[in-house]
């Protein structure tokens, strides 16, 4: 992928000034790339450029050393990482991705999968700066670095040896990136992804649970753009999780106990009792009481609309979104007006 690929307005030499300003680790960073934000708030974005751009150039490429890499571009190097072989990558984040990938379920899991497997390995560190936009990718043979106004963002390419005119070669410069790259990625902070791998979160949904949630959530990560359902969406990673536990009769306790802390550690367990009540409220789920022996009685989870028994796993997201789009009263629970013109016959609905 070279500059002129990838649309840039840029000459040749842009690439190999970006590589060495990248090897001298000169100028400051800008974070419009999405520094420390929430996942849900920069992903996911249509037609974001930047991304396709930066999967295609780096896949097939050995021995990746990336810095100041946002959020926004990391579903686009796991993609590439899939499509590479060799040794892994090495991926220095910016400040406060790592720590909000706690807080995104699909693409904190997809991510501590790539780690568990060794095909990344992540740190924290401080971007770049200069014309590079805070971010470089280097490898042996080629350096891209982003470049291009805020809203407007490209790779710029240096290569050691190209065919094509469009790329800038400067062996020299591609080395110095390379080192200041590794310097960077040596000198950041071990981070550790608090989330648990997809094959990790899985087995133990099957031990925990039963393969039938267990399935039902595999087809449902794998469906799933990166930044939906995260901790600070409209519905929730833990109202998605409650809501797929009603679907098969499940206990609140043994949901709690997979899902928290003492579990494969996505949220607290007590922080899931809003979301129960949230689904009984929009008349999605119920509770029932079950006795259990001495002491409180446990509840089951029980999917009572028909909308969500129904569909399959990858479309249960719709179904809680359009319940939850409805408006509420004042304790939570949706207006009548909201949902009779669905409930009255035919015949006596409005006609548009």
Do not use: Y
Not at 40 to 62: C, I, Y
Not at 157 to 169: G, M
Not at 331 to 348: K, L, T
């Amino acid at each position: 992928m070279t500059a002129d690929d990838a649309g840039a307005e840029t000459d040749a030499g842009a690439a190999s000034d970006d590589a060495a300003a990248a090897a001298d680790g000169s100028a400051v960073a800008s974070d419009d790339l999405g520094g420390a934000s929430e996942v849900a708030d920069v992903l996911p974005r249509p037609a974001d450029t930047p991304a396709d751009v930066v999967e295609t150039a780096l896949a097939g490429r050995s021995a990746v050393v990336a810095v100041g890499v946002p959020i926004r571009l990391l579903p686009a190097v796991l993609a590439a990482r899939e499509r590479s072989s060799g040794p892994p990558w090495r991926i220095a984040c910016r400040p406060g991705v790592v720590e909000a990938l706690s807080r995104a379920l699909v693409l904190g899991t997809a991510v501590a999968e790539a780690v568990e497997n060794d095909e990344i390995r992540v740190r924290t560190g401080e971007p770049l700066g200069h014309g590079t936009g805070g971010t470089l990718f280097a490898s042996p043979d080629r350096v891209d670095a982003v470049v291009g106004p805020r809203g407007d963002r490209t790779l710029a390419t240096t290569a050691v040896d190209t065919d094509s005119a469009a790329a800038d070669t400067d062996p020299k410069a591609v080395d110095g990136a390379r080192t200041t790259a590794e310097s960077r990625f040596d000198g950041a902070s071990r981070a550790t992804v608090e989330m648990p791998s997809r094959t990790r979160l899985l087995a133990h949904a099957r031990e925990v649970l039963d393969d039938r949630f267990a399935d039902d959530l595999a087809a449902l990560l794998a469906s799933l753009d990166p930044g939906e359902f995260g901790r600070t969406t409209e519905v929730p990673d833990r109202t998605l999780l409650v809501a797929l536990a009603a679907r098969h009769d499940h206990l609140f306790r043994d949901l709690r106990t997979w899902v928290g802390t003492d579990g494969v550690g996505i949220a607290p367990a007590q922080e899931f009792t809003g979301d129960r009540q949230a689904l009984v409220d929009r008349e999605l789920i119920e509770s029932i009481k079950v006795p259990m022996g001495p002491g409180r009685p446990m509840l089951r989870l029980r999917a009572v609309d028909d909308a969500l028994l129904r569909a399959r796993a990858e479309e249960v997201p719709s179904v809680l979104r359009g319940r939850f789009a409805l408006p509420t009263d004042a304790d939570g629970r949706i207006r009548d007006d909201a949902s009779r013109e669905g409930r009255r016959p035919v015949w006596e609905r409005r006609r548009w």
